[in-house]
T-cell receptor
Framework: QQQVKQSPQSLIVQKGGISIINCAYE??????FPWYQQFPGKGPALLIA?????SEKKEGRFTISFNKSAKQFSLHIMDSQPGDSATYFC??????????FGKGTLLTVNP | DSGVTQTPKHLITATGQRVTLRCSPR?????VYWYQQSLDQGLQFLIQ???????AKGNILERFSAQQFPDLHSELNLSSLELGDSALYFC?????????????FGPGTRLTVL
């Protein structure tokens, strides 16, 4: 019950377009869902996170949508820019503090 | 800059050898986590320490061990190294809030086993 399934594995978007990455989790004890952004040669950095008491959270061009009944959440990047090209990881965490990560999505934004 | 430091940045060694990776958490953070990142397995949780005590174990091999010292820095020891141990090893830290919260990742150590 620890898996977090992330899709797609890779995504190519044109500059100005919307990037959408989806995740599904199994563990109903998860109560924290962060998204991390990782550039080549760097460590993952927190982008945005949500707790299940809200269905949506927006920070600038980044929005998390959360569907508790479906056990799914997604990251939307509006007005995607070439500088957004990176690998994105979703994760789920519960009371044991541990995060379970998805496999990652390689996003490429073409100019 | 996340405030988490890791040394060394790169490590090249031979099969059968033993190495030690070091991590200093953000100031004030009591929890340290170790992750292994490889192309095929993604980010795999290895082990967590909180204020010197082991709190959770993930997919950590018996050849690997870790500890957290009184000054809260942590070391990950990898022994009897195999080619398949080549990967990026990340340390992350968080403040204890009673539930899962933001983990701040260090820049990682790239281990190459030849």
């Amino acid at each position: 019950q620890q898996q977090v399934k992330q899709s797609p594995q890779s995504l190519i978007v044109q500059k100005g377009g919307i990037s959408i990455i989806n995740c599904a989790y199994e563990n109903t004890a998860f109560d924290y869902f962060p998204w991390y952004q990782q550039f080549p040669g760097k460590g993952p950095a927190l982008l945005i996170a949500i707790r299940p008491d809200v269905s949506e959270k927006k920070e600038g061009r980044f929005t998390i949508s959360f569907n508790k009944s479906a056990k799914q959440f997604s990251l939307h990047i509006m007005d995607s820019q070439p500088g957004d090209s990176a690998t994105y990881f979703c994760a789920g965490g519960g009371s044991n503090y541990k995060l379970t990560f998805g496999k990652g999505t390689l996003l490429t934004v073409n100019p | 800059d996340s405030g988490v430091t890791q040394t060394p940045k790169h490590l090249i060694t031979a099969t059968g050898q033993r190495v030690t990776l070091r991590c200093s958490p953000r100031s004030g953070d009591l929890s340290v986590y170790w992750y292994q990142q490889s192309l095929d397995q993604g980010l795999q949780f290895l082990i967590q320490y909180y204020n010197g005590e082991e709190r959770a174990k993930g997919n950590i091999l018996e050849r690997f061990s870790a500890q957290q010292f009184p000054d809260l820095h942590s070391e990950l020891n990898l022994s009897s190294l195999e080619l398949g141990d080549s990967a990026l090893y990340f340390c992350a830290s968080s403040a204890r809030t009673g539930r899962a919260d933001t983990q701040y990742f260090g820049p990682g150590t790239r281990l190459t086993v030849l």
